[in-house]
């Protein structure tokens, strides 16, 4: 079941994330206000997405939840600050390990992007009217030299 519905889901992202990309690299507008870090994450989001999706035909071959168990057992160490926890995924596929490596460097690097405004959970946001409008204090000329076209 979490293969066929994160498959699903993985795919709809994909399908999302793709459109993001797409106009964040190729709308004039929205590139002139975007930064360099704002491209790497989402760049970043998408090669993870991928990778991600990569694992599924890695997990078909062993469905009896073993390596899941594993990976369970891995986070909570982690998140425990466990010493030696990393040799609990030593022998599981590479395509797992840089689906996690990656993982980890997006947590490390969103803070220093527009990424952290998922914190802020801002629940007036639904109720309001009109579109957010982004500008900045930069001219237009410094903007378009940072991202030649």
């Known amino acids: ?7 699903v889901a993985g ?19 929205i590139r002139t206000t975007s930064s360099f870090g704002d491209i790497a994450i989402l760049l970043l989001l998408y090669a ?8 599924i035909s890695v997990s078909l071959e062993h ?21 030696g926890v990393s ?3 030593a022998d599981v596929p590479l395509i ?3 689906h996690l490596a990656l993982g980890m460097t997006v947590f490390l690097l969103f803070p220093f992007t527009r990424l952290v405004h998922v914190w ?26 940072e991202w030649p076209r």
């Open 120 to 145: 802020s959970a801002p629940i007036w946001y639904l109720g309001r009217r009109g579109y957010q409008v982004v500008r900045t204090t930069r001219t237009r000329g410094a903007l378009r030299a």
């Open 1 to 7: 079941m979490a293969i066929g519905v994160g498959g």
């Open 11 to 29: 795919v709809m992202c994909f399908i999302g994330i793709t459109l993001l990309v797409h106009r964040r690299l190729f709308d004039a507008r």
């Open 48 to 55: 993870q997405l991928t990778l991600g999706l990569a694992t």
């Open 96 to 98: 797992f390990k840089v």
């Open 63 to 83: 469905l009896d939840g073993h390596v899941m168990v594993t990976f369970m057992t891995w986070a909570q160490g982690i998140l425990r600050l466990q010493p």
């Open 87 to 89: 040799a609990l995924i």
